[in-house]
């Protein structure tokens, strides 16, 4: 007798934007769904599939399908501009997203649900052309895509004045808000500036609306977007082991686009005191200027502190001449580590960080209290939060040219590893880290989440 599709294994395919910071959250999303029976599939492009291939990473239980972007060789790097790689990615990425639909229909696949980030919204366009159940996923904090919607329909005046009010969040000053909202300027970013914007002119026809967050990190406007969209708040999507620990082997994200310097940072820190050491990064996209760079250098060094600083390959161009000669033996450089067990290591004290979602949700989810130094996009907002809304940390303020000066540094560095503000933000680190993992564990509101849109997926 023919098998009737409620007995069959629900196949969901994870389209995340190919980039490290949009591809872990929906691969931990994929390690979840496949702990609870789902065959899950990532699709990505070749580049960063071959990537992948020659770090010798894996996403562990889930499969990989490839499509073309374009730019198989070289990626997103090898493109002329943001505009040039985006304009091709939908060209290209359009069709061949066809036709993998086509090639895994044509094996007999079933495809019960392709799951999209938003930067990409022609890829729910195609989903949608083959009467398939799409979703969206975003990737960034609530408040961030809230006020991303608010502009996109006209309910913020660009130029701001000099506060916003939106709802379910705080009142924000306006430069509180994303960059590309308080510093509007469509011709310096026209690429990621459309890209932002545009996440929600497909978003009613998304069957589902993830966010990777968890419920009580942002519970007013979470409440807020189940009143506008289907919404399924699955987060921390960090690996289990930091968390509930029920994915037994689930310790890291399993792909990481960045070669890790991992047995000789595990080594400095062992050696280093509780609590001793500031660990600084600003991600995998963010490009301090040579002299915020310098800046930041001498700042770690003046603090006093141990500090492990990331400076990736593509960086070092910027660092200050001369440094690396006189700096003392307090500091680790380092092109990459694996964050999540840095951030974990019983040495480290404080995270001067760029304020990037994952790095903000890491941060909670580990219990470690932050200093936030936001660049750009959504940082300023997340570093908002931070600071005034969930306690864990403060942020440092740039002088009249965006510049944040060493004495700056220094003093929310030490106010964080010895001062009042840091016992004040470790207890809220603490507390957070209960309710993140509360969230993960089975019966909680992520994990409820999760089991709600399998079911749904059968339906």
């Known amino acids: ?82 505009e040039s790689y985006l304009e091709k990615f939908h060209e290209v990425g359009t069709n061949s997203l066809r036709d993998l639909i086509k090639k895994l229909q044509s094996e007999g696949r079933n495809i019960d649900a392709i799951i999209c980030d938003p930067f990409i919204t022609w890829a729910l366009d195609v989903v949608m052309e083959f009467d398939i159940k799409g ?37 924000l000053e306006y430069w509180e808000t994303p ?36 419920y009580k990190l942002e519970e007013e406007v979470i409440e807020w977007m189940r009143k506008m969209w289907p919404l399924k708040v699955i987060g921390p999507s960090l690996p289990s082991m930091y968390l509930d620990k029920r994915l037994e082997d689930d310790k890291d994200y399993g792909i990481n686009l960045i070669k890790a310097n991992h047995s000789e940072c595990m080594d400095w820190l062992n050696d280093k005191p509780k609590g001793s050491v500031v660990y600084a990064s600003f991600g995998s996209m963010a490009q301090l200027g040579p002299g915020q760079m310098e800046e930041v250098a001498w700042g770690l060094n003046d603090s006093g502190a141990n500090f492990l ?20 033996g307090k500091g680790l450089i380092l092109a990459w580590c694996k964050q999540l067990e840095v951030l974990a290591h019983d040495s480290v004290g404080c995270f001067l960080t760029h304020c990037g979602f994952n790095s903000t949700l890491e941060a909670i989810s580990l219990g470690v209290p932050v200093v936030g130094m936001p660049q750009w996009t959504d940082q300023t907002t997340n570093a908002k939060y931070l600071e ?41 680190a603490a507390k957070w880290k209960d309710l993140a993992v509360e969230a993960a564990e089975e019966g909680g509101s992520s994990d409820k989440d999760i089991d709600g849109f399998i079911y749904e997926l059968k339906e």
């Open 388 to 428: 005034d809304i969930w306690g864990v940390g403060v942020r440092v303020k740039a002088d009249e040219k965006g510049v944040v000066r060493r004495e700056n540094l220094v003093s929310c560095i030490k106010d964080i590893l010895e001062g009042e503000r840091g016992v004040v933000a470790r207890k809220n």
């Open 309 to 328: 600083w990331i400076v990736r390959d593509d960086e070092k161009e910027n660092f200050p001449k001369g440094f690396l000669d006189v700096k003392t």
């Open 179 to 214: 960059s590309f909202v308080h510093n509007y300027a469509p011709h310096y970013y026209p690429g990621w500036t459309k890209v932002v914007f545009n996440q929600f002119n497909n978003i009613d026809q998304a069957r589902w609306v993830f966010t990777n967050t968890f």
């Open 135 to 171: 979703g969206t996923f975003f990737t960034q904090a609530c408040a961030v895509n809230s006020i991303y919607y608010h502009v996109y329909k006209g309910l913020i005046s660009i130029p701001l004045g000099s506060s916003v009010s939106v709802p379910a969040l705080p009142q």
């Open 1 to 82: 007798m023919a098998e009737t599709k409620t007995n069959k294994i629900p196949h969901v395919l994870l389209f995340p934007f190919p980039a490290q910071g949009h591809l872990n959250p929906l691969i931990q999303f994929g390690k979840r769904l496949t702990s609870k029976g789902v065959e899950t599939t990532l699709i990505t492009t070749t580049y960063i599939s071959n990537l992948i291939l020659s770090h010798n990473t894996t996403a562990t239980s889930i499969a990989i399908e490839t499509i073309s972007d374009g730019f198989d060789e070289g990626g997103f790097a090898s493109a002329d501009s943001a």
